[in-house]
């Protein structure tokens, strides 16, 4: 069993970064595809990015992709989501969750879900 917890979020101008952060306790990070969700106030939640096991394969929603960067360090049991060119339209909790598999990226084949991070861009 993972347990995540997600740091990094806050409010930051539209053009702006921030970097989440979401580490994992447990023996099984470093065997883990990992994704980020989000979602915002009256919408589904939705899936952000992923990263494989190794690190060397990512995947990344049409609406980030170009402007979001997935990584990880398995030594450190973390796994980051670097946001720039950040847009109001961003703003949701930000979340971290196991996935169940590589190509599985829809939160209902997520598990161990963290408790989630704010993240509000101001325009």
């Known amino acids: 069993q993972v347990q995540l917890v997600e740091s990094g979020g806050g409010l930051v101008q539209a053009g702006g970064s921030l970097r989440l952060s979401c580490a994992a306790s447990?023996?099984?990070?470093?065997?883990?595809?990992m994704g980020w969700f989000r979602q915002a106030p009256g919408k589904r939640r939705e899936f952000v990015a992923a990263?494989?096991?190794?690190?060397?394969?990512?995947q990344y929603a049409d609406s980030v992709k170009g402007r979001f960067i997935i990584s990880r360090d398995n030594a450190k049991n973390t796994v980051y989501l670097q946001m720039n060119s950040l847009k109001p339209e961003d703003t949701a909790v930000y979340y971290c969750?196991?996935?169940?598999?590589?190509?599985?990226?829809?939160?209902?084949?997520?598990?161990?879900w963290g408790q989630g991070t704010q993240v509000t861009v101001s325009s």
């Open positions: 969750a196991v996935l169940r598999a590589w190509g599985l990226f829809e939160s209902s084949t997520a598990d161990n």
């Open positions: 447990g023996r099984t990070f470093s065997s883990s595809a």
């Open positions: 990263i494989s096991l190794s690190g060397k394969a990512t």
